[in-house]
Nanobody, 120 residues
Framework: VQLQASGGGSVQPGGSLTLSCVAS????????MGWYRQVPGKQRELVAS???????DYADSVKGRFTISRDNAKNAVYLQMNSLKPEDTAVYYC???????????????WGQGTLVTVSS
């Protein structure tokens, strides 16, 4: 099972970016998916998550600016980031809680990080 993240880059304050993450390989079921971010020297923090029933949760710092969505047919999760601020600069990691087979336990899977830089 692999999670492939994409969409990071550099943007000016106030700009927008969309991150994408696609799960591939042996996938029986995906429960929830989401995004964490990490700044060097700080703990990884949850940015947003979305359940299989499309219930969402956001960090207070991104509410009203970021929108998480998923496409179950594509095993994908997206993060639309608007009104970006310099403090949003971080490496963003996607994750998914999945069962690779119907006899597997639920487990966390992580994608590689994608760097988002917000700077003028």
């Amino acid at each position: 099972v692999q999670l492939q993240a994409s969409g990071g880059g550099s943007v000016q304050p106030g700009g927008s970016l969309t991150l994408s993450c696609v799960a591939s390989g042996s996938i029986f079921s995906i429960h929830h998916m989401g995004w964490y971010r990490q700044v060097p020297g700080k703990q990884r923090e949850l940015v947003a998550s979305i359940t299989s029933n499309v219930g969402t949760d956001y960090a207070d710092s991104v509410k009203g600016r970021f929108t998480i969505s998923r496409d179950n047919a594509k095993n994908a999760v997206y993060l639309q980031m608007n009104s970006l601020k310099p403090e949003d600069t971080a490496v963003y990691y996607c994750y998914a809680v999945m069962r690779p087979t119907d006899w597997s336990n639920w487990a966390d899977y992580w994608g590689q990080g994608t760097l988002v830089t917000v700077s003028s």
